[in-house]
């Protein structure tokens, strides 16, 4: 509990280089604090929460509160790290809101199935996405109670 | 009578008896339907019978003391002398055929039995013959001969294979044409010799089965190969029926084998183009199943890919408004405006797309729905359908649907934003629900005072793409009818409008949840 939630680290799994621009940019905008941490792709998503390799080092790479996961990248799918997430014992209460352009109802159906907690579809305008990362501050990090075992580490 | 009278009367008892011999015997000759001639050892006729009066026309007192060679016809004088030398020697001749000539000079068949007549002491002195008369016999004996070779005539000629066997199996004949396909001859077929033109696979069974046939006379039927004489197979239909005569037992076995060779290799033909065809099923569908993962594959892409850089474009466009617009003049900032609308409207027509493939491919459990919780439903999600910006408003009960409920959601939905969209600047929308039971499908009336829809262009109306208004006054992307016709037929039902100056009337039947109407 040393840090408290405002300052805890959020993960960004996402290819596109333009969202992640427009992600920060809309975090920012809805006043977040939150130090943000980008991966490009499944395999890296997985070495960062795994703590493979140079993601060993927390001080670097903080294990985060939340992980906005998209679900078309490279090598392993957002499904797949989905599903390799709440298979990992340490793993499963962390909160994960897949974050995509898919409004595929199999898709979603899939998210919700292998234990998604929320499932955003990105929206087309700036201002919208804005008004989502408004929303995600309030619910998840101002209201949202955190599972203990989470803020180990 | 005395005494002496006994012996008399012995004597003559005797005599009568003797006599009455004589008469019973001469009563049987005369009576016998032969011809009982005897004649001496020089051929002279000495006694002649009623019957043979009525076989050779001639009374006994015209032939009596005659030479019997005037009964043999001229061509066959030369038989009495041969007879004559036989009987000399005490032999006896029976049942000889041959042809005499009546008095009226025609001829008749005989079967002659000539025995020698001896005297008390045995010498040879004549000769009886009995003569019997076979013109008859002899006519049906040709008349047999003749419809067998009719038979064989015909049987010869026929295209199958035929042959006729003992009751035991052993072919007695075969017709003409089983020895131009065989090549054989009738010294190597008769009797079991046909097995050898069997192949050596069938070979074993057939004669089994043929065997059985023989014992139980059962008739008998097969289906196998026989040789050529050019060395190929054919496939023959094979069957022989059993033919019996009076008391039932049987006399012969008549066979055939007919050619189904053409018939069964179009039977193979027909069993290879029906793999053949299921083989080409199974490609297709194969090539279908792909068509329609790849089709999805795309929907999915133009979901996640397509929509990706123009979001870009209008985010990089917004966030050069937002941080950089007060250094750009009016007519830069416009630009910008532009190039965020036009991503706004690019983003729409790709997700209205996605929707519109979505109803076309996707799996559609039909249920019952209730048209006015449903339309209730729509109407509190849409603040442009509420009060006070538009009235909504049902005539009468609204009933239920067989439907799958998300895509007539969608098929409503888009039809009452059409009426609530398309109204004359400054009027306020007002839409009228109802439904109508017509059989056993409802229909559900949308009318609305909007401004209603060129006769013209209605046959575009429920096309894709199809925009029948200025696209500066009605934002729209042409998809949301072709969606609503789209939903609307893939669960049974059909679509339709009116329009009568007075605003428009679209309507969609479906199948309706009332059981009884």
Known sequence: MALGKMNRALLLVEDNEDDVFLMRRALKQAEIQNPLYVVGDGDQAVDYLAGNGEFSDRQLYPFPAVVFLDLKLPFKSGHDVLAWIRNEAELVELVVVILTSSDEPSDIDRAYKLGANSYLVKPPTLMQLRDLAKSFKWYWLQYNQFAECETME | ?517
Request: aromatic share 8%; no cysteine.
């Open chain 2, 1 to 517: 009578m005395g005494e002496s009278g006994q012996d008399v009367v012995d004597d003559t008892s005797e005599l009568k008896q003797v006599e009455t011999r004589d008469a019973w015997l001469a009563a049987i000759v005369e009576s016998s339907d032969d011809a009982i001639v005897t004649k001496d050892l020089n051929g002279i006729i000495s006694s002649w019978n009623k019957g043979a009066q009525r076989i050779f026309g001639y009374s006994a007192e015209e032939v009596i003391g005659k030479p019997v060679a005037i009964l043999i016809p001229p061509d066959r004088q030369s038989e009495e002398p041969g007879i004559l030398a036989r009987l000399r020697q005490g032999q006896r001749i029976d049942h000889y055929e041959t042809v005499r000539r009546r008095k009226d000079g025609t001829l008749l068949d005989i079967s002659l039995t000539v025995s020698p007549l001896r005297n008390a002491e045995g010498k040879i002195v004549g000769a009886s013959k009995i003569a019997r008369d076979i013109t008859e016999q002899k006519r049906a004996q040709r008349t047999v001969r003749e419809s067998e070779e009719r038979f064989r005539a015909v049987v010869d000629n026929i295209s199958q294979m035929a042959w006729t066997a003992t009751e035991s199996g052993d072919v007695t004949w075969y017709n003409r044409r089983w020895y131009e396909y065989t090549g054989t001859t009738f010294e190597q077929m008769k009797g079991k010799g046909w097995t050898v033109i069997h192949h050596p696979d069938h070979r074993e069974r057939v004669i089994a089965k043929f065997e059985e046939s023989l014992r139980t006379g059962q008739s008998w039927e097969d289906t196998f190969p026989l040789r050529g004489k050019d060395g190929q197979y054919r496939w023959f239909l094979s069957r022989a029926v059993p033919i019996r005569d009076a008391a039932g037992k049987i006399q012969l076995w008549f066979g055939t084998n007919t050619d189904i060779t053409e018939l069964q290799e179009a039977r193979q033909a027909l069993a290879r183009s029906h793999e053949d065809l299921e083989k080409r099923v199974a490609e297709r569908t194969a090539s279908l199943t792909e068509a329609i993962a790849q089709m999805e594959e795309f929907s999915y892409s133009i979901s996640h890919d397509l929509r990706a850089p123009v979001r870009a474009m209008q985010g990089y466009a917004q966030a050069t408004l937002e941080d950089y617009g007060r250094v750009l003049d009016e007519h830069g900032r416009e630009y910008l405006n532009h190039i965020v609308r036009s991503g706004e409207r690019m983003d729409r027509l790709v997700r209205d797309l996605l929707v519109y493939s979505r109803i076309a491919r996707s799996e559609l459990h039909l249920q019952p729905v209730s048209l006015y919780r449903l339309v209730r439903d729509i109407v509190s999600h849409y603040p442009e359908m509420q009060q006070p910006r538009a009235e909504i408003t049902t005539r009468g009960e609204l009933h239920s649907v067989i439907a799958h409920e998300p895509s007539l959601t969608q098929a409503s939905s888009n039809l009452l934003n059409n009426a609530v969209k398309f109204v004359a600047p400054g009027v306020k929308p007002e839409v009228e629900l109802y439904s109508e039971q017509q059989g056993d499908r409802l229909r559900l009336w949308v009318h609305d005072n909007g401004i209603g829809i060129k006769p013209e262009y209605r046959a575009r109306l429920f096309g894709l793409f199809e925009r029948i208004h200025n696209g500066k006054q009605y934002e729209g992307t042409g998809i949301g009818l072709a969606i609503v016709r789209k939903s609307v037929e893939r669960m049974g039902g059909k679509v339709g409008m009116e329009s009568n100056g007075n605003g428009s009337t679209f309507w969609i039947e479906l199948p309706s949840a009332q059981t009884d109407s």
